[in-house]
């Protein structure tokens, strides 16, 4: 199965995880206990590649802001910044740029973030790829308009009009997934004409999807950017022709990814018995995988999801 037929769900995974830093950034870390600030640093440093050092210190930046540590995760999210400034893959690079700059954004080191955005956008412009091109420029678009992180509203339409050219040069069954990301691209960055009218295009985008699974995740990405945009009430419409579409699938293994991706978009509407059934049902085309290690991985992606959605209740 391509990759991108995951990448849906990507859309809906929570991606930040509180972890707390235990002592100070130079207090040895107990024998079998929690590693130091101190020691983490120099544990990023040692990461094969620059990207992935520079993710672990935006992880680091991340646990020092959240112990109150703002000088600390400063300099911390610049030094993962410079990881990125050399040439790399820009497949790789641009995604991680988008992560950067965020982070710069959540230190309130504006100057940084508008560049690390910048960089993202001139790597992300190269990405080959129109879905993954879109989803990059749109990333780093919606950072850059950002008052609380970029406040760049020139430098955020420049990026997210690339973002919408690469869109409409997606094939039609991932045109959706990358209309997606722009509209919240342009919501995150306050540009409201623009994202209402990127929604528009991606629930009309994804209503014209014919292939039963590609429309459950079309629709369900649009229910997404409804209810990241405080629309609750049209997430909860979205989400039911999504499920709809969902439950049509006939290849087992399809459903339980199609039923997934509608679940995680029931979260974001704040549906959590809907979430719930619908993981449910995923599990039940999860166990019916005829291949052991397909069945696996799906099994196990569905189960880990109804875990986090069952502590919610």
């Given amino acids: 199965m391509p990759a991108r037929r995951h990448r849906s769900n990507a859309l809906f995974l929570a991606l930040a995880a509180a972890l707390a830093a235990v002592g ?15 020691q983490r640093l120099e544990r990023a440093e040692k990461e094969a590649t620059p990207e992935k050092q520079a993710a672990a210190l935006v992880k680091i930046a991340r646990q020092q802001l959240s112990v109150g540590d703002l000088s600390g995760a400063r300099d911390t999210a610049n030094r993962a910044f410079d990881r990125l400034k050399a040439d790399g893959d820009a497949a790789i690079f641009a995604p991680r740029l988008v992560d950067v700059a965020a982070a710069l954004g959540e230190v309130g ?9 910048a960089l993202a956008g001139t790597r ?10 879109a989803q990059a420029l749109a990333g780093a678009g919606g950072i850059a308009g950002d008052k609380d992180a970029g406040g760049d509203a020139a430098l955020a339409r420049d990026l997210l009009g690339k973002a919408t050219t690469a869109a409409d040069a997606a094939d039609d069954r991932f045109r959706a997934e990358a209309l ?12 409201a004409d623009a994202a209402a009218d990127m929604v528009g295009r991606l629930e009309e985008s994804a209503r014209g999807v014919g292939e039963a699974r590609a ?8 229910a997404d950017v409804r209810a990241r945009s405080g629309q609750k ?4 419409k979205l989400v039911e022709e999504a ?3 969902a439950k049509s699938v006939e290849r087992a293994e399809s459903r339980a990814y199609a039923l997934l ?12 018995k809907t979430a719930l059934a619908l993981l449910g049902e995923a599990d039940k085309a999860a166990d019916k995988v005829g291949d052991d290690q397909q069945r696996k991985i799906v099994v196990d992606k569905v189960r880990t999801r109804l875990a986090e959605v069952e502590k919610r209740q």
């Fill in 124 to 133: 992300g412009a190269a990405i080959e790829d129109p879905v993954r091109r």
């Fill in 180 to 191: 997606a990301a722009v509209a919240l691209g342009y919501t995150r960055a306050g540009i």
């Fill in 243 to 245: 499920a709809a579409a």
């Fill in 233 to 236: 009430d049209e997430a909860g």
């Fill in 215 to 222: 429309k459950a995740e079309a629709l369900a990405a649009a």
């Fill in 109 to 117: 080191d504006k100057k940084k973030a508008r560049e690390a955005a």
């Fill in 261 to 272: 991706a509608v679940a995680n978009a029931a979260v974001a509407a704040g549906d959590t």
């Fill in 24 to 38: 100070c950034g130079t207090k040895p870390a107990k024998k079998g206990g929690t590693l130091s600030i101190a």
